[in-house]
């Protein structure tokens, strides 16, 4: 039998200023990417792998950690807190 198509349609395509903004994301990645090897080439000589990667993914952890908070943060103030407790009751 042939294949049945799929109940949902894919979604479209992202606007351009979308793209625009994830290929910047993407090239400042890699930018900063190439800096941090800079870095640890300069002043970890005396770490190992792991000690590196620990270093590394530790800290791009706990940046993503706060620009998360801080965006939840943001978005309650901006729904003007309707998102406390109780609220609605």
Not at 18 to 39: I, K, P, W
Request: with cysteine; proline share 11%; hydrophobic share 45%.
């Amino acid at each position: 039998s042939a294949p049945k198509a799929s109940p949902n349609p894919p979604p479209p395509p992202p606007p351009p200023r979308d793209l625009r903004a994830g290929y910047a994301s993407a090239c400042l990645n890699v930018v900063f990417d190439a800096y941090a090897s800079v870095l640890t080439k300069q002043h970890g000589v005396d770490f190992n792998a792991w000690e590196i990667n620990l270093l590394r993914f530790g800290s791009a952890s706990a940046t993503m950690l706060v620009a998360a908070a801080s965006m939840a943060l943001l978005e309650g103030a901006a729904a003007g807190g309707s998102r406390r407790r109780g609220a609605g009751r």
